[in-house]
């Protein structure tokens, strides 16, 4: 609820400070004494756009002022909470400061806000009875909201709502989920196939340089064997061997040892080497009987080898590279496995969400239709009041998406449900109903929405309703009735309404009476 309004040096006004009441605050003067610049200054305070000629004194700012009494309203007080505004006194203050360039700054409770956010308070706190409001009639959307906040359905709306999204949400998780499962078909059979082929393989980290090195023994063990027996022979067998030759050398030498530091150091290296040779033959002695002749033992090692040496050559990696790569392909196909029971258990609460959704949509298309029928008589019987007597409303419901199929599968349905409603409507006798947006002349567009305005003004959040001389045209009888409604809507609302007739002024809880004074320049 409005409740002051400060003008300062805007267009004709020095300094104009105002002190509104709740209920009907009606504004009356001569034509051109500046009515309308009270409504100019909030619609500017809100984020309208800029005209040159908005200062009285180009040397200063234009100074604009309101401050609002937060009342029961839900999606102000959710902009609030959104924005992180900080309220005293269950009040918010608005400033608009407009320099010469016309660079202008909006602030809230003393913070600085953009023009977006102004537009949004603008929205849940003003009601201006405008042409632009005017032409929301025509809106298929907003006639479908005016029979819900007629028939209290917005709840029922609200809960259908955020089913809607969260069956909207799955449907478009479920496609994406198929797309990437057909996109990674093709790959993960590729995957299957190398997994099984790896797999079979059984390969160990090492493998290739331990069969190397079995294989080159084998390949080389008539060889080996022979020269092995020949050193042991030599060494040990023969009759003038090198073990019995160094043995005599170290009988004699040995005489002397203590006689010279180099002889002892000699024969304890020669007796040295005699362990040496005798370590030496024991180990060719145990390789001689490890050692085996084995042609199909030979055989299997290269065709082992041949299998470990063509699959890392295949997949150009090494054994231990090759079983990792092994791991993330198992990995991958594990994903892809648990992916198909994702889509399937996904598919599954979908198809059971569309059935839940289409009932709640059922449901609410048949409150709809059966609220409809008490709304067109409640509009009829009020727009005759405004001198349009032989007014015929009548509201068609179609189904939503009739000819194709919603972008994620929900047929027949939107975020509103099912239905598609437009508002018919004739003011002549004899004249069938047409479609509003088709045959409403501006008077009767601007008394159409003044009744619906008086009709869901009890369903409504608590707004600031401003009619800008919504009189123009109409005297006698009907001006009096017309006062009427704009009474009934204030008991509601805070209503400011700027007005020539008496018959309004007569029912105001409040009268502002402009005047304008001349003064030097």
């Given amino acids: ?230 050193i042991e022979y030599t060494v040990l067998e023969d009759e003038n061997s090198i073990y019995d030759r160094i043995k005599a050398f170290i009988f004699i030498f040995k005489k002397y040892q203590n006689d010279n530091s180099h002889i002892e150091k000699a024969v304890l290296c020669l007796q040295n080497s005699l362990t040496n040779l005798d370590d030496a033959i024991a180990e060719f002695q145990e390789m001689q009987n490890e050692i085996i002749l084995d042609a199909e033992r030979k055989n299997d090692l290269e065709s082992r080898l041949n299998e470990v040496n063509s699959i890392c050559l295949k997949y150009n990696k090494k054994i231990s590279e090759i079983l990792e790569y092994y791991c993330e392909i198992s990995d991958a196909v594990d994903s892809f496995s648990s992916q198909k029971t994702e ?51 009548k509201i068609k419901f179609d189904k939503v998406n009739t000819e194709k199929e919603s972008v994620n599968g929900l047929i027949e349905l939107d975020k509103t449900g099912c239905d598609r409603v437009e508002i018919y409507f004739s003011a002549n006798q004899g004249v069938d109903a047409q479609p509003f947006k088709m045959v409403a002349s501006g008077g009767e567009l601007s008394r159409f929405l003044l009744v619906i305005k008086k009709i869901l003004a009890e369903k409504t959040d608590n707004r600031t309703i401003i009619f800008d001389e919504i009189d123009q045209g109409i005297g006698g009888k009907t001006s009096e009735l017309l006062a009427k409604f704009i009474r009934d809507i204030s008991k509601f609302h805070q209503v400011i309404c700027i007005s020539h007739l008496p018959q309004i002024a007569a029912f105001a809880d409040e009268h502002f009476a402009i005047d304008k004074r001349d003064e030097k320049k």
């Fill in 1 to 230: 609820m409005l409740k002051n309004l400060r003008i300062k040096n805007f267009i004709i006004v020095k300094d104009l400070d105002l002190n509104f009441e709740n209920g009907l605050q009606v504004v009356t003067g001569e034509t051109g004494a500046g009515k309308s610049i009270i409504v100019g200054a909030i619609n500017l305070i809100f984020g309208a756009d800029l005209k040159v000629g908005v200062h009285l004194n180009k040397e200063k700012p234009v100074v604009l002022e309101a401050t609002f009494k937060v009342t029961k309203n839900a999606k102000l007080l959710e902009i609030i909470k959104q924005n992180e505004i900080e309220i005293s006194d269950n009040e918010i203050f608005f400033t608009k400061e407009i320099l010469a360039n016309l660079r202008s700054k909006i602030f809230i409770n003393g913070r600085r806000i953009s023009i977006p956010i102004a537009e949004k308070f603008r929205e849940a706190m003003l009601d201006f009875h405008s042409q632009r409001d005017q032409q929301r009639l025509f809106s298929e959307e907003y006639q479908l909201e005016i029979i819900d906040i007629f028939g209290d359905l917005v709840n029922s709306r609200k809960e259908f709502e955020v089913m809607f999204e969260k069956v909207n949400n799955k449907t478009k998780l479920l496609k994406k989920l198929k797309k990437q499962e057909s996109e990674n078909r093709e790959k993960i059979e590729l995957f299957k196939y190398q997994g099984e082929e790896i797999n079979a393989l059984n390969l160990r980290i090492g493998e290739d340089d331990k069969i190397q090195k079995e294989l080159n023994l084998l390949l080389n063990a008539e060889e080996i064997l022979e020269k092995s027996r020949e």
């Fill in 343 to 393: 889509i399937l258990k996904l598919q599954k609460e979908v198809d059971m969400d569309l059935i839940i959704l289409q009932k709640m949509a059922e449901k609410l298309s048949k409150n709809r239709k059966q609220i409809a029928q008490k709304l067109e008589l409640e509009i009829e019987k009020n727009i005759k009041k405004l001198a349009i007597p032989h007014a015929k409303v």
